[in-house]
T-cell receptor
Framework: NAGVTQTPKFRVLKTGQSMTLLCAQDMNHEYMYWYRQDPGMGLRLIHYSVGEGTTAKGEVPDGYNVSRLKKQNFLLGLESAAPSQTSVYFC??????????FGSGTRLTVV | TQLLEQSPQFLSIQEGENLTVYCNSSSVFSSLQWYRQEPGEGPVLLVTVVTGGEVKKLKRLTFQFGDARKDSSLHITAAQPGDTGLYLCPPGNTPLVFGKGTRLSVIA
């Protein structure tokens, strides 16, 4: 069972560059989420999706875009990376009110 | 948004000691989940509590949901180094809102 797989695991970007983080789940979960985790800030929700083709903004959506073209995949895009986006990004999936399954994270550094 | 306070924020104890971590709010929760996040990994669900007064046990971990469903606690008996991690207790409304958690360090 793969669960939730995030790629890449590590990335260094220069300011202004763009990139896409991929999240894939094989549990047929309807809901998917992107969080960022920063020291002293806890996990903060960026965007989420309640089903294929849907997306919604979370607490800190600015500077990010998402797409859920396939049920199993949830993509997080950074159009023009900024140093403030240096963080660890976690993807998660769930069956509505049930507990979340998290990926192992993507550590992103923007220089 | 249901805001929740966790205490203590940091806890460092010796192997074999007991400890309790608390989650408190002025709001009533429909349910609450407990997660543990080990260094370098994503959070892992430990348990979900739904009923007021409910007690769930997971080996040496005991979870309790308050009678009024406004608070919850996690008690660890005879802590081990493998218990080290960040403990999170988000209210169970999707999407989950996480607090800063309790960072536990168990020293061998």
């Amino acid at each position: 069972n793969a669960g939730v797989t995030q790629t890449p695991k590590f990335r260094v970007l220069k300011t202004g560059q763009s990139m896409t983080l991929l999240c894939a789940q094989d549990m047929n979960h309807e809901y998917m989420y992107w969080y960022r985790q920063d020291p002293g800030m806890g996990l903060r929700l960026i965007h989420y999706s309640v089903g294929e083709g849907t997306t919604a903004k979370g607490e800190v959506p600015d500077g990010y875009n998402v797409s859920r073209l396939k049920k199993q995949n949830f993509l997080l895009g950074l159009e023009s990376a900024a140093p403030s986006q240096t963080s660890v990004y976690f993807c998660a999936s769930s069956l509505s009110l049930y507990g979340y399954t998290f990926g192992s994270g993507t550590r992103l550094t923007v220089v | 948004t249901q805001l929740l306070e966790q205490s203590p924020q940091f806890l460092s104890i010796q192997e074999g000691e007991n400890l309790t971590v608390y989650c408190n709010s002025s709001s009533v929760f429909s349910s609450l989940q407990w997660y543990r996040q080990e260094p370098g990994e994503g959070p892992v669900l430990l348990v979900t509590v739904v009923t007021g007064g409910e007690v769930k046990k997971l080996k040496r971990l005991t979870f309790q949901f308050g009678d009024a469903r406004k608070d919850s606690s996690l008690h660890i008996t005879a802590a081990q180094p493998g218990d080290t991690g960040l403990y999170l207790c988000p209210p169970g409304n999707t999407p989950l809102v996480f607090g800063k958690g309790t960072r536990l360090s168990v020293i061998a």
